[in-house]
């Protein structure tokens, strides 16, 4: 079992930062693909950025430009840095861990809220 605990949402002024990180237990990490995840009240889980085991990275047209994923292998932790935050942006944040079509684990999610 794979678990997933994110951390570092809050509620941030529009223009702001935040970084959230996501800490997974385990031995898959370094050999699976790490993403971020976004569902706001009434809208569908969306894509924010993924990650690749080889560290190859892709956004959502939405945030490109403005938010970075990474991952730290040695800690087996996968960031998000987000910068100039918009209102648009208040959502619940998911992890998110896939290994081919072994594993798909999600983490409990953090509230990020972007004020205007």
């Known amino acids: 079992q794979v678990q997933l605990v994110e951390s570092g949402g809050g509620l941030v002024q529009a223009g702001g930062s935040l970084r959230l990180s996501c800490a997974a237990s385990g031995s898959i990490f370094k050999i699976s693909a790490m993403g971020w995840y976004r569902q706001a009240p009434g809208k569908q889980r969306e894509l924010v950025a993924a990650i690749t085991a080889g560290g190859s990275t892709n956004y959502a047209d939405s945030v490109k430009g403005r938010f970075t994923i990474s991952r730290d292998n040695a800690k087996n932790t996968v960031y998000l840095q987000m910068n100039s935050l918009k209102p648009e942006d208040t959502s619940v944040y998911y992890c998110?861990?896939?290994?081919?079509?072994?594993?798909?684990?999600w983490g409990q999610g953090t509230q990020v809220t972007v004020s205007s």
């Open positions: 998110n861990l896939r290994l081919g079509t072994s594993r798909n684990d």
